[in-house]
């Protein structure tokens, strides 16, 4: 199959303490941040950088874990599109290009659009949310994303009551992506219609407090925290409400490997190796994996009554 089991991290990937972390502290001392926090609710930690419309608010709903190195979140990255190997879409990425772009939201809803990139950014105030990632391949990180709730997007078309799921299409443009049939390209992924509109359901737009590199995804891409990394289509350009369970790039591979749900469960091992424990990007030993990666809190409602094993 074609995720791989997880390679050690080399020593020569572990970067030095983040700049990034230098920088939140500074801002926390600054006046933008000390009033935020005087004021004891979310203010703006910083301007927007060109290319985003500001300012970016922390969100209430970020881990305090600290982040990854910014260095290891745009050079180790699954895109198979621009190559399998994890340095390959930082090599390779440069060639897509972010504009123009549209994202076209139809299926079953009262108002099918096409929005330009640029009113997509528009639609909602954005926010840093720090989020753990955790991959299926036994690798997490820990990511301050810039982005807005998916909810914001789908409200927009006015979702009909026959509407159940949602599936999401990525670019596929062989002029300067994989020709190779690695996986059935266009990348397609799938949510239930309840997960999208959950509130830790991001469409992320930057990371970093910069905008999106191309290698994460850019210009827009879907990051569901709670899910196996794969779950977060980059380079989204349909997003489609459906009554029907749609077909997920990975699930279409190998079905046996990786289900629909996706949910990330210590307790259900993938075929080939056990999912209890993960490896932190930058970290030597192991940490466990939690259920639901950490977010059981807040989502594992969703899924009452179902059989996880069964459903993975
Ligand atoms: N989206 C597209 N279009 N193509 C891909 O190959 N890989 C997925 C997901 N989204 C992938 C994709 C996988 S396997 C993972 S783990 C995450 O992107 C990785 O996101 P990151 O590189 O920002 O960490």
Known sequence: MLIKR????????????????????????????????????????????????????????????????????????????????????????HALKTRPWTVTVDGLVGKPRTFDIDEILKLAPLEERIYRLRCVEAWSMVVPWVGFPLAALLKQVDPLGSAKYVEFTTLYDPSVMSRLPVLDWPYKEGLRLDEAMHPLTLMAVGLYGDVLPNQNGAPVRLVVPWKYGFKSAKSIVRIRLTDTQPNTAWNDAGPSEYGFYSNVNPDVDHPRWSQAKERRIGEFLKRKTLPFNGYADQVAGLYAGMDLRAQF
Do not use: C, H, M, W
């Not at 991290?9 to 030095?16: D, V």
């Not at 230098?22 to 926390?28: G, N």
């Not at 910014?70 to 895109?79: G, H, M, T």
């Open 6 to 93: 997880p390679d050690d991290i080399r020593p020569s990937e572990i970067t030095p303490p983040a700049v990034y972390a230098e920088r939140r502290r500074f801002l926390q001392l600054s006046g933008a941040g000390a009033a935020a926090l005087a004021l004891g609710g979310p203010g703006a930690l910083f301007a927007a950088p060109a290319g985003l419309p500001g300012p970016i608010a922390p969100s209430p709903l970020s881990t305090l874990e600290e982040p990854t190195p910014r260095k290891d979140v745009v050079s180790y990255n699954n895109y198979y599109e621009f190559g399998t190997d994890k340095r390959d879409p930082a090599r390779n990425a």
